[in-house]
T-cell receptor
Framework: QKEVEQDPGPLSVPEGAIVSLNCTYS??????FMWYRQYSRKGPELLMY????GNKEDGRFTAQVDKSSKYISLFIRDSQPSDSATYLC????????????FGSGTRLQVQP | DARVTQTPRHKVTEMGQEVTMRCQPI?????VFWYRQTMMQGLELLAY????????DSGMPKDRFSAEMPDATLATLKIQPSEPRDSAVYFC???????????????FGPGTRLTVT
């Protein structure tokens, strides 16, 4: 079983919809949680970064972390065709080792 | 606009040849990572440096892969000899030295797409 599980999709939604992307994890040592967006043939781009539990909002994006359930989410409001990409969750431990463990990514398609 | 740069962007080579990939981290970042991305395995960590010292290369096949940081502005990943199974996109990422607040974000380069025939 992988440490981080993520539904690969594809997830197809109409423009303007609210999108919910999720990851579950098994290692309780993870304390830092990130969401990356990756367009085709590009490098992953950091979208959101959260420490421990709670919510964080940035424009149309909201990241939620529920450590008790080992579950993280990314919500995208008013989704746009330009949001079509693969979204990867990533997490790391609270020690000096900063290597990230990634989910496999969810492919999102926003239909105009 | 500070970015991680990687060269070459594309590389096609024959099995058995040496491949060298280069990365310039964002100025001021003290951590550098090499990842490999394939459809089957997703993103996998190969090696990790802090202040130019290797901290973790457990994800790297030691017999053929090597990673170094000759200076703070250059990281290299070498494969010798290359094999078809090494075909993948290799990403370099760098992260800031914010030890006090523990921020762990990483910023990725555009990747090197390697094809070994």
């Amino acid at each position: 079983q992988k440490e981080v599980e993520q539904d690969p999709g594809p997830l197809s939604v109409p423009e303007g919809a609210i999108v919910s992307l999720n990851c579950t994890y098994s290692n309780s040592a993870f304390q830092y949680f990130m969401w990356y967006r990756q367009y085709s043939r590009k490098g992953p781009e950091l979208l959101m970064y959260t420490y421990s539990s709670g919510n964080k909002e940035d424009g149309r994006f909201t990241a939620q972390v529920d450590k008790s359930s080992k579950y993280i989410s990314l919500f995208i409001r008013d989704s746009q065709p330009s949001d079509s990409a693969t979204y990867l969750c990533a997490m790391s431990r609270d020690t000096g080792r900063r290597a990230l463990t990634f989910g496999s990514g969810t492919r999102l398609q926003v239909q105009p | 606009d500070a970015r991680v740069t990687q060269t070459p962007r594309h590389k096609v080579t024959e099995m058995g040849q040496e491949v060298t990939m280069r990365c310039q981290p964002i100025l001021g970042h003290n951590t550098v990572f090499w990842y490999r991305q394939t459809m089957m395995q997703g993103l996998e960590l190969l090696a990790y440096f802090r202040n130019r010292a290797p901290l973790d290369d457990s994800g790297m096949p030691k017999d053929r892969f090597s990673a170094e940081m000759p200076d703070a502005t250059l990281a290299t990943l070498k494969i010798q000899p290359s094999e078809p199974r090494d075909s993948a996109v290799y990403f370099c990422a760098s992260g800031p030295a914010r030890a006090l607040d523990g921020q762990h974000e990483q910023y990725f380069g555009p990747g090197t797409r390697l094809t070994v025939t």
